[in-house]
């Protein structure tokens, strides 16, 4: 079976690539807004106050390790929530980290 999909630098540009194409969603009512979207969803957070609250709107794990959230890639938390049909990617509002230029 072919894992080289799993190697840093693809894996990577796979990553940014799913968080570019997620519709992003910040703000009052980002939850209710978030499940009435279609397709994968990207919810922006500002700092670790912000994402530990849309932690416990979601019942995802608030943890955060040496200035990012457990369970992160590159900042970005990825579960699926009352559905398999789409992911949501917690991120902050900047996508530097992976190398991501806002649209």
Do not use: C
């Not at 990553?15 to 992003?24: C, G, S």
């Amino acid at each position: 079976m072919d894992l080289s999909y799993l190697l840093e630098d693809k894996y990577s540009m796979h990553f940014a690539n799913t968080v570019k194409k997620a519709t992003p969603v910040y703000g009052a009512g980002m939850v209710l807004k978030a499940y009435n979207i279609d397709g994968d969803v990207r919810i922006k957070y500002k700092d670790q106050s912000d994402f530990e609250n849309i932690a416990r709107q979601f019942g995802i794990f608030e943890e955060w390790k040496d200035g990012v959230p457990r369970t992160a890639y590159k900042g970005v938390v990825v579960f699926r929530h009352q559905t398999s049909r789409r992911i949501f990617l917690v991120g902050p509002e900047s996508l530097k980290l992976l190398k991501i230029e806002e649209s």
